[in-house]
């Protein structure tokens, strides 16, 4: 009877340690389909790597499960905290790489020289991905009511100060 009992401890023991590993590693992946997208777009303007920032990422949940509710295109009164922010909304599932895609797509529009939009364009989105001080960034997925796709990213240092450039 000891010897089941030592053997069925075993067995928990190693149950619980896939378990938390797959738990973990599901929690790194996730953080990585946002942090890659991001450092390989700031790598071709030669803008150093941002981290995954977990209280930008809380900030990003909690307003990602609120606009879940209509899926509305919506900034957060991210100026509080201080932090830049990008959202994304699409129609079925968005990925975190489409999401930056759509952000990273805005960079024909952008003009280093004049440092402003092309006239009709956004190029904002794209200029936050790439902001020089930016060091950390936190980003959340929420499924809306309505069957779309929720993203928000959370940047900090904020960038897009008016009169200054990117990089």
């Known amino acids: 009877m ?4 030592f053997s069925l401890a075993i067995v928990l023991v190693f149950g619980l ?20 997208p991001h ?32 899926c509305a295109l919506q900034h957060s009164n991210y100026l509080i905290p201080g ?18 895609d759509l952000w990273v797509g805005e960079k024909p529009y952008y003009d280093y020289g004049s440092n402003s939009c092309t006239e009709g364009q956004m190029c904002g989105h794209y200029t936050q991905v790439i902001w020089r001080n930016t060091k950390s960034i936190g980003c959340a997925k929420a499924k809306c ?23």
């Open 145 to 167: 009511q309505s069957g779309g796709t929720f993203i928000t990213c959370n940047y900090y240092p904020p960038g897009n100060y008016i009169g200054e450039r990117p990089y």
């Open 39 to 70: 450092n390989l777009a700031r790598a071709k303007v030669l803008m150093p790597p941002v981290v995954w920032n977990n209280t930008l990422a809380q900030y990003a949940q909690a307003y990602a499960h609120e606009r879940a509710a209509d």
């Open 83 to 100: 932090y830049g922010e990008n959202i994304a909304m699409g129609y079925g599932d968005l990925s975190p790489a489409e999401a930056i």
């Open 2 to 5: 000891a010897l089941s009992t």
């Open 17 to 36: 340690s896939v378990a938390h590993t797959c738990a973990l590693t599901s929690l790194l992946d996730l953080k990585l389909e946002y942090v890659v």
